[in-house]
């Protein structure tokens, strides 16, 4: 069982749900992910694989089985905050023949700075991550002036 997540300490958390179209996940992904982890930069605090057949049945693929034995390394570590209920709704948002890669990770790089937030009673109002495509538009933009 992995150590209790102490609310007062933790960083920032975040859940990414990375589309694998066609159902082409190589496992390119888990090596990347373990150095983030390994370094301390994130902590997986939980993970899922999520997939939808040609025929519209969906499944969520276990750590160890084929598609994901590189993430197996991260079941040890994981706390089972997403649901049945929440791996369904990815799943039935999903194409026939794709899949998905669902984390949830905290973002321990921040943890310093989300406690001094908390203890000056701050809060996020809002926080937007700005995709891949638009900051490559606006760096050929730049390039064009």
Do not use: C
């Not at 905290?106 to 891949?132: F, K, M």
């Amino acid at each position: 069982m992995p150590a209790t997540l102490d609310a007062t300490v933790v960083g920032p958390v975040d859940v990414a749900v990375i589309l694998f179209e066609g159902n082409k996940f190589n496992g390119e992904v888990a090596p990347a992910l373990a150095d983030l982890n390994d370094s301390g930069t994130v902590r997986i605090i939980d993970f899922a694989f999520v997939r939808k057949e040609a025929d519209g049945s969906a499944s969520v693929v276990e750590a160890g089985e084929k598609e994901v034995v590189e993430l197996s390394d991260f079941h040890a570590s994981q706390y089972d905050l997403l649901s049945e209920e929440d791996l369904a709704m990815i799943a039935d948002g999903l194409d026939a023949g794709s899949s998905a890669l669902v984390i949830v990770w905290e973002n321990t790089w921040a943890s310093r700075l989300a406690e001094a937030i908390r203890a000056s009673h701050g809060r996020l109002l809002s926080q937007d991550r700005i995709p891949h495509e638009d900051v490559m538009r606006a760096i050929a933009a730049l390039d064009q002036k």
